[in-house]
């Protein structure tokens, strides 16, 4: 930590305004649940007083009674009402407060493909010059009864653990935990000599459209999102290079046969292999897809394709005969054709119809700086500026070079 904060615990960087905090996060923190119903006390007292058992009381009783139902709904939060105690927004602007942040802060919600949500947005910060540096990731601590039964009434908690793919798969069981990462872009990194611990080569998204059902799986919309994913790398980068997939993997059986279905159209030819990391952990709904992406950069880093936890026996709804696509049941050691740099690609989808797909690269010392000019022929610029002076326009902006830098930063001379 010390590489990242000063004496006084405020994180160290050349402009505070130029770095952003983006936080992943749904069903709101641990604490909404306990202040929305400590709000309804007053509510709960009067309907007590509609009782006859309750009026047959004696007044201390009364208040006796009053005193035990208040201290049971405050739990540990003894005499805290703010309502910003359950606003989601806190959660970055806490962040951004303590480490004397300057730039923008908010906090996204695409329900279990939040933190992925919020690493897009990190790079769209980066990439337009907004900001030089985000902190950015996902949390979830939501573990409150109200979360288990809506989620056991939606038919897809499980009973008996978290099995993606395998035959004992009956649903997922909820996990709770933080993972948040330090994103520059690439030139920056290598510029300060940061320790860089992987690169986002790609990141690819979609929504499903018209679908069955608010939580039901599209393989069309799964799909679109890894062909947009390719569609925006680097051409060196095949799926036929991918050597590990950490899948969404939420261990329900339509689920999982579907993203198996959509990972097998695209990488059949991969010899990949899958796991998930919700079979050691649980779900972190929020923080789902950034603990996969950790999980994905743990393993490029260190050269070892990480087992899925306790998997078995490939369920009988899922097909891969005839695929090179395997179930990683136990760890192994990741070598690449001609000593190539690793490369993994993570799925993360969320409830409504959302879908992304990241790719992500192990940083080697041969690794190459991929250019950001989106046009290859600029020659239009002198004359963009020559038709702006010829008809007076360029006159009327504050200064001469205005329009050129904002061409520049179009072609990516900044």
């Known amino acids: 930590m010390q590489d990242f904060y000063g004496d006084d615990n405020r994180l160290i960087c050349n402009d505070p305004s130029k770095t952003a905090v983006i936080i992943a996060t749904c069903l709101s923190n641990e604490l909404g649940n306990d202040i929305q119903l400590k709000y309804w006390y007053p509510e709960l007292v009067s309907m007590m007083e509609r009782i006859d058992e309750y009026q047959s009381l004696s007044?201390?009783?009364?208040?006796?009674?009053?005193?035990?139902?208040?201290?049971?709904?405050?739990?540990?939060?003894?005499?805290?009402?703010?309502?910003?105690?359950?606003l989601l927004n806190i959660e970055a602007s806490r962040i951004a407060r303590h480490l004397g942040i300057r730039g923008a802060n908010y906090v996204v919600d695409a329900a279990c493909a939040s933190s992925v949500t919020a690493l897009d947005a990190a790079t769209g910060e980066l990439l337009s010059g907004e900001h030089d540096q985000v902190i950015v990731g996902g949390v979830n601590t939501n573990l409150t009864p109200e979360a288990f039964v809506g989620f056991a009434k939606m038919g897809t908690l499980s009973a008996t653990g978290s099995y993606p793919f395998d035959e004992r798969a009956d649903g997922f069981i909820l996990g709770e935990g933080s993972v948040v990462f330090v994103l520059k872009r690439m030139k920056d990194a290598i510029r300060d000599k940061n320790q860089i611990f992987g690169v986002i080569n790609s990141i690819g998204s979609s929504s499903d459209g018209k679908g069955k059902a608010i939580a039901a799986p599209n393989p069309k919309g799964q799909v679109l999102s890894i062909q947009r994913c390719f569609e925006n790398i680097k051409p060196s980068i095949q799926p036929e290079d991918i050597g590990f997939i950490e899948a969404h993997g939420t261990s329900t059986t339509i689920g999982d046969q579907v993203e198996l279905e959509t990972l097998n159209s695209i990488y059949k030819d991969a010899d990949v292999g899958i796991s998930s990391i919700k079979s050691q952990i649980g779900h972190l709904l929020g923080s789902a897809g950034a603990v996969g992406l950790l999980k994905a950069l743990l393993a490029v880093n260190k050269g070892v394709l990480p087992p899925n936890g306790q998997f078995e026996t490939l369920s009988k709804e899922h097909d891969l005969k005839g695929s090179s696509l395997y179930i990683l049941k136990e760890q192994k050691q990741w070598t690449t054709r001609d000593g190539s740099s690793r490369k993994a690609s993570i799925s993360s989808y969320g409830f409504g119809g959302i879908n992304y797909h990241i790719v992500v690269e192990q940083m080697t010392e041969n690794y190459h700086q991929v250019p950001r000019d989106i046009f290859t022929n600029t020659d239009y610029l002198e004359a963009a500026n020559e038709a702006l002076e010829s008809s007076g326009l360029l006159a009327q902006l504050s200064t001469g070079n205005k329009v050129g830098v904002i061409l520049g930063t179009i072609s990516g001379e900044r």
């Open 59 to 86: 007044d201390p009783e009364k208040e006796s009674v009053k005193q035990v139902l208040m201290e049971g709904i405050e739990g540990e939060n003894k005499g805290y009402d703010p309502v910003h105690g359950m």
